[in-house]
């Protein structure tokens, strides 16, 4: 049984950081690309940012976190991170963490399982 547990989520405030875990059990870690999704109530789900599998040489970001947020990922721990600089209020959103077999995922579609989430919350 695949499990993804998500995990540093909380309340923070305009322009700090916080970075998420993604623990994952029941499948090969290191064989799927893992990716981070944010999601507002009433709106679709957002790409964030994915790691290719294997060494995770490669990693995209969507436009509105690039430069501010990164994906890694610690095989030896089944574990993708993502870390996120400058907060701001339009980053609040339930964050959540899926697994792809396909190289570079960026579609909702692409991906195989998916964690709970984790809520994120941005004061101004």
């Known amino acids: 049984q695949v499990q993804l547990l998500e995990s540093g989520g909380g309340l923070v405030q305009a322009g700090d950081s916080l970075t998420l875990s993604c623990a994952a059990s029941?499948?090969?870690?290191?064989?799927?690309?893992m990716g981070w999704f944010r999601q507002i109530p009433g709106k679709e789900r957002e790409f964030v940012g994915t790691?290719?599998?294997?060494?995770?040489?490669?990693?995209w970001y969507g436009d509105s976190v690039k430069g501010r947020f990164t994906v890694s990922r610690d095989n030896a721990k089944n574990t993708v991170y993502l870390q996120m600089n400058s907060l701001k209020p339009e980053d609040t959103a339930v964050y959540y963490c899926?697994?792809?077999?396909?190289?570079?995922?960026?579609?909702?579609?692409?991906?195989?399982?998916w964690g709970q989430g984790t809520q994120v919350t941005v004061s101004s």
């Open positions: 029941g499948l090969v870690f290191r064989s799927y690309g």
């Open positions: 899926a697994a792809a077999l396909e190289w570079g995922a960026i579609r909702e579609s692409e991906y195989k399982y």
């Open positions: 790691v290719t599998w294997g060494t995770g040489d490669r990693t």
